[in-house]
């Protein structure tokens, strides 16, 4: 695969630092992660190989980057039990592709995916947060779901609405599905408001994590009390003033640009230059204008608030549409769910029965821990 990154040299608070943007592919988690392992000062001592990768090149290919952080993992402390061969086959996917699941709890889906960035010591993280403060009926109904599993039972939903399916779970789906539709769409932009501010409150100040969105891996840092991406848009490849987008707002309407000291810069902002995450409402198969905030005295019986989901039919063709094209790019990237426990089985060693889960527990939670309510003292470093 003939794939390469552009650099550009940036100075973040006074140090200058080496950083890798974007291509085509548009933001993806290898670029966001090995972002973080370049400017992060926490890393810096672990880091010293791929610093010296970029250190002076224009362009760094997938390949190169790719083996380095493979090596890195394998030498990493935490990864004694870690393939290095496995590595350079899983890696890859964080350019071409993850199969990231957001939990509404603020949460992800364990797996493999979450296994590497524990490896390297790297928080990731996302908004896509329900407010259990101010809704605690919608909060029941939603935070127990992940998007993948929302979308299951709004699926189900309309089946048992249009064709009297039975399901093992019928009346719960039916009682949870207009709650999980509402929320959908009231967070087209994969944040909500709570979400943004339960993310300024677990990073610690000066920390970097990586922001999962829409699909999207950017490096996400904290600085005086607020939230900045590092902006890896080539377009901007240029501009050296023009190292930051702030994230204040969860539609793009007051973020603007920022110097690598936390200067705003003088760029007029547009749609396509805030977040581009307008288009998330004009798509968004979960909006319907005939539905208001489904409130915590609603009366569900029935799920007759779902309003036929949307157009129902059309809801429920989206969101298949969706799940056909996740496997038709899971089976592209040889990544497929049906193999997952193969290369979890390859990707630890099993002959050290005693580490075997050492990977996808370092710093991080397994999938059998419960999943409720994020404690406030869950913090990024």
Request: negative net charge.
């Amino acid at each position: 695969m003939d794939v390469s990154f552009l650099t550009k040299t940036v100075q973040i608070n006074g140090t200058q630092f080496k950083i890798l943007l974007q291509n085509g592919q548009g933001e993806c988690a290898l670029i966001a992660l090995a972002n973080v392992l370049l400017i992060s000062p926490a890393h810096a001592r672990y880091a010293q190989e791929i610093s010296r990768l970029v250190k002076g090149k224009e362009t760094v290919t997938l390949i190169e980057l790719v083996q380095t952080l493979a090596n890195m993992g394998a030498q990493n402390r935490n990864g004694a039990d870690v393939d290095k061969e496995q590595l350079l086959q899983v890696l890859p996917q964080l350019y071409s592709g993850l199969n990231i699941n957001p939990e509404f709890n603020g949460s992800f889906e364990d797996g493999i995916e979450m296994s590497i960035f524990r490896l390297y010591n790297v928080g990731i993280v996302h908004g896509w947060i329900i407010d259990g403060d101010n809704d605690p009926n919608a909060y029941e109904h939603v935070s127990k779901y992940s998007y993948m599993g929302a979308q299951k039972v709004l699926v189900q939903s309309y089946e048992i609405q249009k064709n009297n399916a039975q399901f093992e779970n019928s009346e719960q789906i039916q009682s949870d599905a207009p709650y999980l539709k509402s929320f959908l769409a009231r967070s087209a932009t994969q944040l909500t408001e709570y979400g943004l501010s339960h993310l300024r409150e677990i990073l610690v100040e000066r920390s970097y994590a990586v922001l999962f969105r829409n699909d999207h891996f950017c490096t996400l840092y904290k600085n005086n009390g607020e939230l900045f991406t590092l902006v890896t848009n080539p377009t901007y490849r240029n501009r050296k003033d023009i190292n930051w987008q702030s994230l204040k707002s969860v539609n793009g309407s007051q973020d603007s640009y920022y110097t690598g000291n936390f200067i705003p810069t003088s760029l007029e902002r547009t749609e396509t230059t805030a977040t581009g995450q307008n288009e998330s409402y004009i798509s968004n198969p979960f909006s319907d204008q005939n539905t208001g905030h489904i409130t915590s005295n609603q009366d569900n019986s029935g799920a007759s608030g779902v309003q036929q989901i949307e157009d129902d039919e059309e809801l429920a063709r989206r969101l298949q549409e969706q799940e056909d094209m996740r496997a038709a790019n899971n089976m592209q990237n040889g990544y497929a769910n049906n193999s997952r426990n193969h290369q979890r089985e390859r990707f630890e060693r099993p002959e050290k029965n005693s580490k075997k889960n050492k990977l996808l527990s370092f710093n991080g939670s397994n999938k059998d821990r419960k999943r409720d309510k994020l404690k406030k003292n869950c913090v990024i470093m």
